[in-house]
């Protein structure tokens, strides 16, 4: 997606060879036309899917599926990482581990919310190890639903995560795909002109 490509050219911040900085229009700070125009094309790539729920994970993919959700008009979730004083009993969880954290997150979803013959497209703002990817799948498969893809913003191609997810069969589509982040320098797959 040229736009999110430009918009990490512009003002993304190589902190080293494997984290990419984008505070100011993801991960801190968010751009409501880039996330629109997101929305837009996650809508358009799983329009034959017959999708009837947007599954994301707190904080960062609560944007985008939103946006997403809006235009496949369809409600949006998001997976909490602790547990809410409300939300007790009847969770589906998952474990997930970050590797660039170094800690292992309980993930839950209401049971309420996600039910069997579901199809659930995934939304994340980045795919590094896969992680949270799959901890999600794995909470829509124990509801019964369908993973009917993986949407993700910024693939770190160069990490397993994205192999890992396509291995298992689901269909995945990364609107902006990192090659390397070697030299301080964002390198993507496939370079648009500038
Ligand atoms: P994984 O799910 O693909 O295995 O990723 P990993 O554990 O490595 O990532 C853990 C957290 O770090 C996630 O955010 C993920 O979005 C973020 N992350 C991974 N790589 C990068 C990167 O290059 N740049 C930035 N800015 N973030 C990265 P989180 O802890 O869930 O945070 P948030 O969603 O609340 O923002």
């Known amino acids: 997606m040229e736009l999110l490509q430009e918009k990490i050219r512009q003002e993304g911040i190589v902190l080293n060879d494997n984290v990419l900085k984008v505070d100011s229009f993801i991960n801190h700070q968010m751009d409501p036309v880039l996330m629109k125009e997101i929305g837009e094309e996650f809508a358009r790539l799983f329009q ?36 809410s004083l409300t939300l007790t009993n009847d969770l589906y969880t ?3 581990y970050s590797f660039t954290k170094k800690e292992t997150n309980e993930i839950t979803v209401s049971k309420k919310y996600l039910h069997e013959g579901d199809n659930v497209l995934i939304i994340d703002d980045f795919l590094a190890n896969g992680q949270a990817a799959i901890g999600l799948a794995e909470i829509v498969e124990l509801a019964g639903a369908n993973v009917s893809g993986i949407g993700i913003l910024i693939e770190k191609s ?25 030299e301080k320098k964002v390198e ?7």
């Open 158 to 182: 160069f990490q397993p995560g994205a192999d890992k997810i396509r291995s298992k069969g689901y269909h995945l589509e990364s609107l902006a795909r990192v090659k390397s982040l070697q």
């Open 94 to 96: 998952a474990e997930v």
């Open 48 to 83: 034959s899917k017959n999708i009837t729920k947007v599954l994301t994970i707190e904080s960062s993919g609560i944007a985008p599926a939103i946006m997403t959700a809006l235009e496949l008009g369809v409600p949006s979730i998001f997976a909490r990482k602790r547990k």
């Open 188 to 194: 993507f797959l496939e370079e648009q002109t500038v």
